[in-house]
Nanobody, 127 residues
Framework: QVQLVESGGGLVQAEASLRLSCAAPGLTVSRYAMGWFRQAPGKEREFVAAISKSVPTTYYKYSVKGRFTISRDNAKNTVYLQMNSLKPEDTAVYYC????????????????????WGQGTQVTVSS
């Protein structure tokens, strides 16, 4: 059974850092493009960052570029989202997702491209 398990969320002050982890028992992350999405209260879920299956190629939502970094550790079968200089507007539930794409360099940014999702981890940034 495929599972994606996020961890690392919490309550922090503005300008702090957090590192989210996405463990994937039952799924080999090196065979998938991986992404992070988030959903703030009262808003739709939105794309944050993604990393291709190989190469690796990354892509970020404009507002997090330069502050967030997505990476993968295939040996640990885990994907990370390092979040620096956090802002109150980053407050959301963050979801990890896996996309079974053929291209080693494709970086999917649409929810419909992803096959598996985690349950999410809450990130709250106070001002």
């Amino acid at each position: 059974q495929v599972q994606l398990v996020e961890s690392g969320g919490g309550l922090v002050q503005a300008e702090a850092s957090l590192r989210l982890s996405c463990a994937a028992p039952g799924l080999t992350v090196s065979r998938y493009a991986m992404g992070w999405f988030r959903q703030a209260p009262g808003k739709e879920r939105e794309f944050v960052a993604a990393i291709s299956k190989s190469v690796p190629t990354t892509y970020y939502k404009y507002s997090v570029k330069g502050r967030f970094t997505i990476s993968r550790d295939n040996a640990k079968n885990t994907v990370y989202l390092q979040m620096n200089s956090l802002k109150p507007e980053d407050t959301a539930v963050y979801y990890c997702a896996a996309a079974g794409v053929l291209s080693i360099s494709y970086v999917p940014q649409q929810e419909r491209d992803y096959d598996y999702w985690g349950q999410g981890t809450q990130v709250t940034v106070s001002s």
